[in-house]
């Protein structure tokens, strides 16, 4: 089989699938070495800066550029075709011995580089996926997707709330019921609160010095809650890779800034720019009313709990998040935090529509 120097795919990568992944590896098999150039329109909503970190991170054998595009596409249309090589060209400048597509306009493209054709899979039938069938059903293509694709388009939802309110339970529960429906739903995944773990070791380091000390002797500085965000933020991250469209978390980062006042008093604003810093879409506010106080060893603020929900509720509020109260039994509250995320995923992704395409 023929190997070539230069090899280039080229391509909107809108969101990247399995065939493109596909089409890659093929061309790195033939090439000693490859270009891959992620082209996109201003009118698209998913970055070109991330779809590029996409690529280098599935392919970190490959060069993988990137070039905003605004030109629509008219396979007809010469002039067309001059002002997309001007932009390919600019991006990709050396010269190119080899073309790698799936399209029907891969000879054309070939021939305007002055390198030979190579057409991969035509058909899509290793992997009959296409990125219009990602964007219009993601989770329907879930099984298409790589780990950063799935990070960024998994939805997010937090259980949040004051002390024993039963926000761990409901997130299980919550958890629990998408995974029982099947499919990519079974691998639903859950995040713990790494606040929790984490008072827990100190708990356990101040005992090492003091066997008698109990949950009252532990203290916490400002500088606890960063590192608590962004371990949150971390694992979430990693399970949003590996699960199911939903992720359910127990508590988040945003979260941590209130929990901040409840323990040192005052904002942190590192702690406020790390929960900026990850997309979530739902918060689940557990009330605390009807929910019996439990002292499980790590709690000792039951007449606390109406200034924290109203804090949670006051500061969701305020930075305008979207969010539902969860009351009642715990039935109830599992029943109604499932309508709230079935509405969430109802409304799908939203892609904003590519530049339309004359073939």
């Known amino acids: 089989m023929k190997r070539f120097a230069h090899g280039l795919v080229l391509g909107k990568f809108y969101p990247p699938h399995a065939g493109h992944h596909h089409l890659v590896r093929t061309a790195r098999d033939r090439c000693e070495r490859l270009t891959v150039l992620v082209c996109a329109a201003s009118v698209e909503s998913v970055p070109l800066a991330d779809r590029v970190a996409w690529m280098r991170e599935v392919h970190p054998d490959v060069t993988v550029v990137g070039a905003v595009d605004d030109t629509r596409m008219d396979l007809h249309d010469p002039a067309i075709w001059d002002a997309h090589m001007a932009v390919f060209t600019e991006a990709v400048p050396e010269p190119v011995d080899a073309v790698f597509t799936s399209e029907s306009y891969g000879d054309e493209l070939a021939r305007r580089f002055g390198a030979e054709s190579v057409c991969v899979d035509p058909g899509r039938t290793v992997f009959p996926v296409s990125g219009t069938a990602v964007r219009a059903d993601p989770a329907g293509c ?10 960024a388009l998994t939805r997010r939802v937090v259980v949040l709330g004051a002390e024993s309110t039963g926000t761990t ?6 958890a629990g019921h998408y995974r029982r429906r099947g499919g990519i739903w079974a691998h639903t995944g859950y995040v713990a609160e790494y606040g929790r773990e984490f008072s827990e070791q100190k708990l356990a380091a101040l005992r090492a010095r003091w066997p008698e000390a109990q949950w009252e002797d532990v203290s916490f500085t400002t500088h606890d809650f960063p590192l608590i965000a962004e371990t949150q933020n ?23 800034t209130v929990w901040h006042e409840r323990y040192v008093g005052g904002r942190n604003p590192l702690v406020e720019r790390t929960a900026d810093r990850v997309a979530h879409h739902l918060w689940l506010l557990t009330d605390h009313e009807g929910v019996a106080f439990e002292d499980d060893g790590l709690r000792d603020g039951e007449e606390l709990r109406p200034w924290m929900t109203d804090r949670f509720r006051a500061e969701l509020t305020r930075t305008g998040r979207t969010f539902t109260e969860i009351t009642g039994s715990r039935q109830d ?14 409304t799908g992704w939203d892609f904003a529509a590519p530049l339309p395409e004359r073939r």
């Open 169 to 174: 339970t409901l997130a299980r529960d919550l």
């Open 234 to 256: 971390a694992r979430e991250e990693a399970a949003a890779r590996t699960g199911s469209p939903l992720l359910v978390c127990d508590t988040d980062s945003f979260a941590t």
């Open 142 to 151: 879930w099984d298409y997707l790589e780990p950063p694709v799935r990070a």
């Open 333 to 346: 509250r599992l029943t109604a935090a499932v309508t709230a995320v079935d509405a969430l995923l109802a």
